[in-house]
């Protein structure tokens, strides 16, 4: 179950007993060494069923470990306008691979979810960025971290905010 509060006309935000809690899930794990904050997206179909499903994978991979979620954001789409609002939330997690390795991992769990891409900013099951890795900076082709214009996303600082 979802308690819902419009923050104005165009903005929502969800809390549940898994998103939006102020507690963090798990302890820190010495073998899982990096922080990673990954921003996660969509808007076709049951969003925030398949968010809830998609901890369920995370719960279930070694590899990595839910540290924190934030709340999740109904906000209006950017770029390609005519698509259906999306649904945001922050997810932090400690991990053991290293953050090109992170990445394929993330684009498994994108393609597990029926996750395609058409065109840019087009609708989607799923989205998976990686905003923050400890406190890397990486520019390369296929990964930048921080992750390019996450300050200026209404989508990323207000989930981000209600970790704190």
Do not use: C
């Amino acid at each position: 179950m979802y308690l819902k509060r419009k923050l104005n006309i165009n903005l929502s935000i969800f809390k549940s007993l898994r998103f939006g809690q102020k507690k963090t899930f798990a302890k820190k794990s010495k073998k899982l060494r990096y922080k990673a904050t990954v921003g996660i997206g969509g808007n076709i179909g049951d969003v925030k069923r398949r968010f809830e499903h998609l901890l369920v994978e995370l719960k279930r991979d070694k590899r990595v470990e839910l540290l924190q979620t934030s709340l999740i954001l109904k906000n209006p789409p950017f770029g390609f306008m005519k698509q259906d609002d999306f649904f945001n939330s922050i997810l932090v997690l400690q991990t053991s691979l290293q953050p090109m390795a992170f990445l394929s991992f993330l684009m498994r769990l994108e393609n597990k979810f029926a996750r395609r891409r058409s065109f840019a900013n087009a609708p989607r099951t799923l989205d998976l960025d990686i905003i923050f890795f400890d406190n890397r900076v990486i520019k390369t082709n296929t990964l930048t971290i921080p992750h390019k214009h996450w300050f200026k996303r209404e989508s990323v600082v207000i989930p981000l905010e209600s970790m704190k």
